[in-house]
Every structure is written in structure tokens, then in C-alpha cells.
């Protein structure tokens, strides 16, 4: 009797961050759709829908929206195709010393403009869809991020697309600061355009792989930590996070201190199941984990108590 209770603790304290987890993140997410969903974007509260509605208000240049688009397809077109799309975490990595090109027309690197912590998006401006959703999100909730603007938190909207212009990011400036307000002013949002060696280079250190499909871009949605100096620090999945999300990215990304993204603990606890588009549990997993812990432990203890025993 007496070692059932090890086995039983080391279970709960197994399975407690999963649970954690499912409970943080809803688990409903349907894998990287769900999480794109303005569903889960509300959190309880209409700040990002009403963000969203103000962004489907403002002409967007030149875009053509009768193209129809789907992102989820987009995807899984790629994914037929055996083209990488997505993300490999690159925590402890630096962004390139590469110039970009802001909204006022000025040359950058985003090595100079971290001498604060920032939140960088990865986006395309012509961008229908997720895109805007995710920008959106980000500046309705930033009003509410307890981060002090240019000192503690900066954002930073960067177009994979070298093909885009100034004109796009300065359009892009003027409509998603609008929605940030006087809470977090606008000379703390910069919004960039580059080259593609530029592009590639920073892509490539993050771990960010995009495929441009038509005149479209199929792309994973995320938001990355970034330390000051240059850091990639966290990795923040889907199209809306919580202020309390953005404001722990922000505090450890001042300390430069890494940390697994939530995507990291649900591709040990969970895996994807396609046909029901959701995250499912994976009990054998969890559970092979914890009985090869458990012997381990009581391989241990029996070896060192057996010194104890011998030396008595």
C-alpha cells in the first residue's frame, strides 16, 4: 500500500499542466482555425469584434476583396503539397541587423528599435483575413496591457510580403493605432516594410516559413516576444490573446528569459485530430510518461535504499 500514493501524486502532477492547459486554452480551438476564430477571439468582451468591424470599415487600398479567401484551406493546401508552412520555435535566437523601411519612408533595423521589449507581429497588409484579425486584437487590448508604452512594450508590425510598400504600412498605421487610441500612442506601433533578403533573413531567424499561393500568402498566425537587444523570448499563437498574455510576453521578454509557448505543452499532452478539428487527449502518452517516471523513482529508491540498508 504504501507505494500507491507516489504513483498517484506523480499522475496529478503529470497531468495537472495539461489540464491547465485544456483550461487556459479552451481546448475547443480546432487547431490553428479555431484559434484564428473571432469566436475565441471575444474573450467575454466585444473590444476585438469591434476592432475587426472598424478595420472591415476602412478601405484597404487596393486590395480586392471579391477574391474569395479561407485561410484553413490555404493551409491544407500547402500541407497537400508538402509545403512548409508554419512555425519551429527558435527561443534564444537574435533577429538579423537587416534594414527595413517604416511608415514615414525611414530605414530601421529591429536590433535599434528593441531597446525595449517588443511584440512582433508577422503579417501582410493586403491580408483579408487572419491578418487583420490579429492586428485588430492587438490593438483593442492594448489599452488594457498594464506595460508602460515605449519603455516596457513596443509593437511591431513586420510585412512578409516585399512586395508591399510604404503607402500599405502607413495605411495600416492610421487604422490600427486609431484603435489603440491615446493609451498606447502611436509612435510606439511601427509598421514595416522590406526587401526580400531582408524578409528571408528574419523569417529564417524566428523560425517563421510562409508560401505565397496565388496572391495570397498561406502562413501560420502568431505573435513573438522579443527581448531588448534582439531576443526571441515566447512564441503567442491565434489571431487574440488576453492583456494578461501580452503584459507576462512583455515582463519576461524584459528579462530575457525564454519560456515554452503553450503550443510546446499541447504537442506532448494533446494530439490533432483532423476529422473533429480539435485537440484531443492523449492518456496513452501521458500515461507511458508517468509509469516510466514511476519506475524510475522506484528503481531509484530502491537502489539507494539498499546502500542505506547495507551500510547499517
Excluded at 513573438?224 to 521578454?253: C, N
Aim: aromatic share 8%.
Amino acid at each position: 500500500m504504501r507505494f500507491l500514493i507516489p504513483p498517484l501524486m506523480l499522475v496529478l502532477l503529470l497531468a495537472a499542466p495539461c489540464g491547465a492547459a485544456s483550461g487556459a486554452d479552451g481546448m475547443d480551438m480546432g487547431a490553428e482555425a479555431a484559434q484564428e476564430s473571432m469566436e475565441h477571439a471575444g474573450h467575454g468582451n466585444d473590444g476585438p469584434a469591434m476592432a475587426d468591424q472598424n478595420m472591415a470599415d476602412h478601405n484597404m487600398g487596393d486590395l480586392s476583396m471579391d477574391a474569395p479567401h479561407d485561410h484553413d484551406k490555404l493551409m491544407e493546401e500547402a500541407a497537400k503539397a508538402d509545403l512548409p508552412v508554419g512555425i519551429e520555435e527558435h527561443l534564444g535566437a537574435h533577429l538579423p541587423d537587416v534594414p527595413f523601411t517604416d511608415s514615414k519612408g525611414n530605414r530601421v533595423t529591429l536590433p535599434e528599435l528593441a531597446d525595449a521589449p517588443i511584440l512582433l507581429l508577422p503579417i501582410y497588409y493586403r491580408c483579408p483575413d487572419v491578418c487583420s484579425l490579429l492586428q485588430g486584437s492587438v490593438a483593442s487590448i492594448l489599452p488594457e496591457v498594464k506595460l508602460a508604452p515605449g519603455k516596457e512594450l513596443k509593437v511591431v508590425s513586420l510585412s512578409f510580403d516585399p512586395h508591399e510598400t510604404v503607402k500599405d504600412a502607413a495605411r495600416a498605421k492610421r487604422n490600427y493605432t486609431a484603435i489603440a487610441g491615446s493609451a498606447f500612442p502611436a509612435e510606439y506601433w511601427t509598421f514595416l516594410t522590406g526587401d526580400a533578403a531582408s524578409i528571408d533573413a528574419t523569417l529564417k531567424a524566428i523560425g517563421y516559413t510562409v508560401q505565397k499561393q496565388g496572391g495570397l500568402w498561406a502562413h501560420p498566425v502568431a505573435a513573438i516576444a522579443i527581448a531588448p537587444g534582439g531576443k526571441v523570448v515566447r512564441y503567442l499563437y491565434g489571431t487574440s490573446f488576453l492583456p494578461f498574455d501580452i503584459t507576462m510576453a512583455g515582463t519576461e521578454a524584459a528579462r530575457g528569459q525564454t519560456g515554452l509557448s503553450v503550443k510546446r505543452l499541447l504537442s506532448f499532452c494533446y494530439n490533432y485530430d483532423p476529422q473533429g478539428r480539435r485537440y484531443v487527449f492523449d492518456i496513452l502518452r501521458v500515461s507511458g510518461y508517468t509509469i516510466v517516471g514511476f519506475l524510475a523513482i522506484f528503481l531509484a529508491w530502491l537502489l539507494l535504499g539498499g546502500k542505506k540498508k547495507k551500510r547499517r
